[in-house]
């Protein structure tokens, strides 16, 4: 069993830059996958940036280049740097966990992972 605690989210100007964190319980965190997804509001969850156990990476093609997922094991945290936010960008965005492997550059897919986190509020204001 996984805990995963997301923080970071809040208030941001448009251009502005949040850093979200997810910390896991558990002393196996570096054998899973990690990812973030993100629901607006009336909105389906949507897959926003995955890691592997391995570091490689992958984002959905409209956070490419201002945001960057990043994992500590030893700290058994996964970070989302958001750079460049957008009104666009406003989500509760949510941390998950796998322990399946899916490719060399994590998962992407919601039905892939088996924890999730509770969710933190990202607003960017225009």
């Known amino acids: 069993q996984v805990q995963l605690v997301e923080s970071g989210g809040g208030l941001v100007q448009a251009g502005g830059s949040l850093r979200l964190s997810c910390a896991a319980s558990g002393r196996t965190f570096s054998s899973y996958a990690m990812g973030w997804f993100r629901q607006a509001p009336g909105k389906e969850r949507d897959f926003v940036a995955a890691?592997?156990?391995?570091?490689?990476?992958a984002y959905t093609d409209s956070v490419k280049g201002r945001f960057t997922i990043s994992r500590d094991n030893a700290k058994n945290t996964v970070y989302l740097q958001m750079n460049s936010l957008k009104p666009e960008d406003t989500a509760v965005y949510y941390c998950?966990?796998?322990?399946?492997?899916?490719?060399?550059?994590?998962?992407?897919?919601?039905?892939?992972?088996?924890?999730w986190g509770q969710g933190t509020q990202v607003t960017v204001s225009s």
């Open positions: 890691i592997s156990r391995g570091s490689g990476t």
């Open positions: 998950s966990a796998t322990a399946a492997y899916c490719s060399g550059f994590g998962c992407s897919r919601e039905y892939e992972y088996e924890y």
